[in-house]
């Protein structure tokens, strides 16, 4: 895809508001007239004076004019301005929502992967601090560049010579300018890249927090969080010593035109190259010529952020789309999953290394093996998180890729041990399961799941507003009402990413007993975290460095397998030692009753 400019991104936001930028640098031009012509006007009245008119109504009539312009100059700074502001709320708005969309659209295994605190950075923070610099930058940049050049040309119409020595303090300034981009190329973008850091940095310890404090590692990822702060602040400083020197020498010279038209014009009056008049009128007009430029210039740093920041934007909104058909032109047959010599890489790193399986309609699987073997990245594949990178993954005898993805997503219910609730109520996040659903529908899911009772007890019931992320409830709480949500979908395959693995026993028991009864009926692919809960499954895969080192059933794996057999005997193991401190925290506890 062709990369956009700057310019073509605000232009795309904008939609049905780009006439108002236009009609806002339409009335700053106007504006610019109105503020050159008071610089005409009293230079006439200096020549007046010179030549001793003293009509005092002439006088009047000319500060008059001068300021009307003022009023209309700053009634058409304001609607210009007001314009600006309302293009730029619709392209702040534009940006938002094309991201947002965006991230439906790509592998959203990769968004999950992605640090959310970078999403949030961009979505909220970088693309709000773009509203100063877009609002203003049409109106007041537009009439700080125009004016400047209006009176250039006017001072040329005079003398062309006056119009030279206007620029030598100006090409002085320039070779500084030329000089400060020199030294800032490279340190802007990795200022940019700094404070990215800083900003992930602290989202990620804000959001750790309790689990900081829980482990006493509020030290260590404290200093994190200072050193990227301490990173950040050298940047800024390396950036600002490279360039302060430039950056003085700009501001000194540019501005500085009388060291060039003062000499040069009483040069040519005293030589009769030059009226008096025309004299003033050039001086007059070269004084107010620098200042509008200087703060034209003084946009450069919030321009080069805005590109910056568009660079971050359109890193997300050109990459690659999954490319699903919109309408289901292949019926599936029944619900099997296939997978045939599939490969998935992460990151230029293979994962996966030709794995094939069967999954069969209305059958218990699961995927069971080290950690970080695989198994969820294939739960992933299955889910449509991600695309396969070769090979095929079939539903019903039909690539999942010709299928629309609303419909196949449809078809797949999605219990991860991390599930994410809203921070609304606990009958609006079970309705997300079935958008249509009636109350009845939803309490009938709570019901099924034996989340109903619980409910109840919490506040305000079913309207109980459950914080963000969940917050105010339980773990295993959150669990059975994901697990709720996804009995009111009812699709016909569930998979379940090791659902119970952060759930304590009692809870277990209470989430184990809701999935038995979400997945009657159903295909389910469990990714199995204690190997006592897969034990009666109909096929058990063993997944090993990305490929399915042996499948079986539980018997037949013991037997056949020497990784699940080890794996076994470690949880056996384990259960032992569970119960073995589940004795001796009874005993102490009986001991101190006593005591």
Known sequence: MKKKSTFSWVIHFAGRKKSFYIGSVLLAIIGVAMSFIPYLIIAKIVGMLLSKDMDFSHYMSLILMMA?????????????????????????????????????????????????????????????????????????????????????????????????????????????????????????????????????????????????????KTGS????????????????????RKCIWFQAGSFAFTPAT??????????????????????????????????????????MDDIMKMQAIFGEVTEIIEREDMVRPDTLTKQPVGSDITLRNVHFSYKDKEILHGLNMDIKQGEVNAFVGPSGSGKSTIARLIDSLWDVNEGTITFGGVDIKELPLDYYTSQIAYVAQDNYLFDMSVMENIRLGKACATDEEVIAAAKATGCHEFILGLENGYDTIVGGA?????????????????????????????ATAYTDPENEALVQESVAKLVQGKTLIVIAHRLSTIIDADKIFVINEGNVEAEGTHAQLLADCPLYRNMWEAHTMSKDDDRVDSVMGSEARREAAHA
């Open 470 to 498: 969940g917050g105010h409830l339980s773990g295993g709480e959150r669990q059975r009402i994901c697990i709720a949500r996804a009995m009111l979908k009812d699709a016909p395959i569930v998979i379940m990413d090791e």
């Open 68 to 216: 009307l312009c003022w009023i209309l100059r700053v009634a058409l700074h304001s609607t210009s301005t007001t314009l600006s502001h309302i293009a730029t709320f619709n392209v702040l708005g534009g940006i938002r929502t094309q991201l947002c969309k965006k991230l439906s659209t790509i592998p959203l295994g990769s968004v999950l992967d992605d640090n959310s605190g970078a999403y949030k950075n961009i979505i909220v923070e970088r693309v709000d601090s773009m509203e100063t610099t877009l609002a203003h930058i049409v109106p007041e940049f537009t009439a700080n560049i125009l004016l400047p050049i209006v009176m250039f040309i006017y001072i040329l119409a005079l003398d062309w010579r006056m119009g030279l020595a206007n620029l030598i303090s100006v090409a002085i300034g320039l070779c500084f300018v030329a000089g400060m981009m020199a030294q800032s190329q490279g340190e802007f973008e990795y200022t940019i890249q700094k404070t990215k850091y800083l900003n992930d940095t602290a989202v990620e310890y804000i959001n750790g927090i309790e689990v900081i404090k829980a482990f006493g």
């Open 221 to 240: 990822s404290y200093e994190k969080f200072v050193l990227a702060a301490k990173e950040g602040a050298d940047c800024f400083i390396n950036w600002m």
């Open 258 to 299: 009388f060291l060039g038209v003062l000499p040069i014009g009483l040069l040519l009056v005293k030589n009769g190259g030059m009226t008096p008049e025309d004299f003033i009128t050039s001086v007059i007009l070269s004084a107010g010529l620098m200042g509008p430029l200087m703060i034209a210039f003084s946009y």
